[in-house]
């Protein structure tokens, strides 16, 4: 079990109030303090990461691992700059995670959101890559999920997410890279999210798997709400419910509506998540 965890989120689409300087912008990225451990989940977008760290006067030299929840831009964007202060630094990811990623609007121009650099350039200043698929203890009650299995048949609902084959055909992804963050805490089960394209109840699912544990104590995270259906709203909350969660604090791609019905569902275990938000477990 896990005491004394704190942990920062850095990159946000909301600043606080007051901001104090610290900025949003749309992506994440949540650092991991355990005991002198520190682990950063995600990067952002890019624009944000280095400023936000140097108001909060986090020292970003001091990520010992980096975990990247997929390969959207809005969570990768950051790590170049990142490893040029870290140095070598071991990344883990899925193998997915380099996709050529796209999002294809009707009537718009195919949209690049893929990790903006080469697996290759990203080695050549420090990322030592730690690509599965497969669940791994990254450190003594930090898990990471690995692929999540797609079980639940309310979120297999098709998007506009595609990825680019190399004859310049196009497929849909349905982020097989997406992968979550499993703390095993003294209060309970952490599950920290990035985008959640598995599914929230899909992750949720597999986080009590890996742990044994029916119970989620806390969820903090992109809950990729943002086009669900009344109907997917109300089975989400549903199924939520049934994992008994204590703290739920959505953010980044889980969309406004969704999170007013959350809030209206988990009322005072529902917490504002922005940028500079920190949540402490001891
Ligand atoms: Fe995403
Ligand atoms: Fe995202």
Request: hydrophobic letters at 35%.
């Amino acid at each position: 079990m896990l005491s004394k965890i704190k942990i920062t989120t850095l990159c946000e689409n909301s600043a606080p109030y007051p901001s104090d300087g610290v900025l949003g912008e749309h992506g994440l990225s949540m650092l991991l303090e355990i005991g002198n451990k520190k682990i950063l989940f995600d990067t952002g977008a890019g624009f944000t990461l280095l400023q936000n760290a140097k108001t909060l006067n986090i020292d970003l030299a001091k990520i010992d691992k980096v975990v990247l929840s997929h390969g959207h831009y809005d969570h990768t964007g950051g790590l170049k700059d990142l490893l040029q202060i870290t140095g070598p630094t071991p990344v883990y990811a899925h193998p997915d995670v380099f996709q050529n990623k796209y999002h294809l609007q009707k009537g718009k121009e195919p949209r690049k959101i893929g990790i903006p650099w080469p697996k290759e350039e990203l080695e050549s200043l420090g990322a030592k890559f730690h690509l599965t698929r497969d669940p791994q203890e990254i450190e003594k009650g930090v898990i990471i999920t690995g692929e999540i299995p797609r079980i639940e048949s309310e979120e297999g609902e098709k998007g506009d997410l595609f990825y680019k084959n190399p004859d310049g055909s196009f497929a849909e992804d349905i982020l097989r890279d997406d992968q979550a963050i499993i703390l095993e805490g003294s209060s309970g089960t952490i599950v920290l999210l990035g985008c959640a394209h598995a599914g929230l109840i899909n992750t949720l699912r597999y986080a009590s798997k890996l742990t044994g544990k029916s119970k989620i104590y806390a969820c903090y995270g992109g809950m990729h709400l943002v086009n669900a259906s009344a109907k997917r709203l109300d089975y989400t909350v549903r199924e939520l419910k049934s994992f008994d969660i204590q703290k739920l604090a959505p953010c980044h791609c889980t969309g406004f509506k969704a999170s007013c019905t959350l809030f209206q569902a988990f009322k005072e275990n529902y917490l504002i998540h922005t940028a500079n938000t920190v949540f402490v477990e001891d």
